[in-house]
């Protein structure tokens, strides 16, 4: 690959997480990569305007690094899913390193779908199913990758 076709990053990590864990494990992940010279992508530090979507889908191609937190309640979320499908697919496009958090949450739970993640797609009839698919094969995949069990931590 030619150097000129590498991206051009304009943040070091993306944070992918369910606004549950906002007030606790996050802030304290922001301010270790803030000390640590990172320039992190948060949904709150966005330019609001008329297509937010658009807004974290160039944030998620234009950041080096994407750490997804999954946590009880990610799956819920069909913004989350959404994002997920987007991060794995800069990975594959695009080189972007992806690192799972799984905070108080078991990764066979996120790989198996089973669970609060099996619980969350019975509240997901109303998707199409290939969209649904889409989002279950990036929770596996996802829950594959290498990265960090904290279902155990206090916090």
């Not at 590498?6 to 803030?34: I, T």
């Not at 234009?62 to 794995?88: M, T, Y």
């Not at 790989?111 to 969350?120: P, V």
Request: proline share 3%.
């Amino acid at each position: 690959m030619a150097a000129s076709s590498f991206p051009c990053w304009k943040y070091d990590v993306f944070l992918c997480f369910r606004d549950e864990v906002r007030k606790n494990f996050l802030s304290h992940l922001c301010c270790a990569l803030d000390d640590n010279g990172f320039r992190a992508c948060k949904d709150d530090e966005l330019e609001r305007g008329f297509d937010i979507a658009t807004e974290l889908q160039q944030a998620i191609e234009q950041s080096r690094i994407a750490v997804v937190v999954f946590s009880k309640n990610f799956a819920d979320s069909e913004w989350c899913l959404d994002e997920l499908v987007k991060i794995l697919d800069c990975r594959r496009r695009l080189g972007q390193i992806v690192l799972p958090i799984f905070f108080h949450v078991d990764p066979s739970d996120v790989r198996n779908q089973s669970g609060n993640f099996g619980d969350a797609f019975t509240r997901h009839q109303e998707v199409p199913l290939e969209i649904v698919k889409k989002w279950k094969n990036a929770l596996t995949y996802a829950a594959n990758l290498t990265g960090f069990d904290l279902q155990h931590v206090n916090g």
